[in-house]
């Protein structure tokens, strides 16, 4: 997983990423005798930037340059669950079952998942999913806010989405989503200057151009990597 990130990051011309899980299920969680057995990645290590190896499985897709979409089905556990909230965007069956369940076996989410539940969440709720271990039906996960929306085929309906964010301009969706991470952890007066920043540049490029000469002739917007 850690890997795919690393080659997706380095591909020219990439735009949107899709997550999905093969079969019948997203992710029924991590493997417990890794962390058990003798040769397991140390915790401790920042290998990539603010988080470790294990981390950068989930954490890895937020700091992508591009959008991350995950498509959830089935069951989505554990550190499944931990990677699928590292996606910008959730789509997830209204039957599917979402669970933070690292209590049950007596661990705390490790890959990231407590700094990307703050953000989407309730505090209060974030605790009571870590604490409960407690399954949820993607329709209750899309009520609560941690997931984005339902679809009846999330894996279509991320495909969808996907080729629209790949039909923007690419310079414009990489900047939004640099100042939507940046508006995590940051204050206003770090925000508004970034978002000044982000908008001069893109100015001086030939998106907007492109865009208004496309709406003059009636036409879509073509933008180019």
């Known amino acids: 997983m850690v890997a795919a990130t690393a ?33 397991a990645p140390p915790l401790a290590p920042r290998t990539h930037g603010a988080a470790n190896l294990l ?29 699928a909230l590292g996606a910008d965007i959730r789509l997830a069956a209204p039957d599917a079952q979402l669970a933070m369940m690292e209590a049950r076996w007596g661990l ?18 974030a605790r009571e999913l870590t604490y409960t271990a407690r399954r949820m ?7 609560i806010g941690l997931v984005t929306r339902t679809a009846d085929d999330p894996h279509a309906e991320a495909m969808v989405l996907a080729h629209d964010i790949a039909a923007a301009s690419p310079a414009a969706t990489r900047a939004a989503k640099r100042l939507f991470n940046l508006a995590a952890d940051a204050d206003a007066a770090t925000i508004l200057p970034a978002e000044s920043t982000e908008q001069a540049a893109l100015l001086a490029g030939p998106g907007p151009a492109e865009a208004l000469r496309a709406a003059r002739e009636g036409r879509s917007p073509r933008f180019a990597d």
């Open 108 to 125: 705390v989410p490790d890959l990231g998942g407590i700094a990307l539940l703050r953000g989407l969440v309730r505090d209060d709720l």
């Open 137 to 143: 039906s993607g329709a209750e996960a899309e009520a």
């Open 55 to 83: 981390q950068q499985a989930a954490w890895g897709w937020r700091t992508l340059p591009v959008p991350v979409i995950a498509a959830v089905h089935g069951v989505c556990f554990g550190a499944g669950l931990q990677i």
């Open 7 to 39: 080659r997706r990051g380095a591909a020219a011309g990439l735009r949107a990423v899709f997550l999905s899980g093969e079969g019948r299920v997203s992710c029924a969680g991590g493997d417990l005798a890794v962390l058990a057995e003798e040769h």
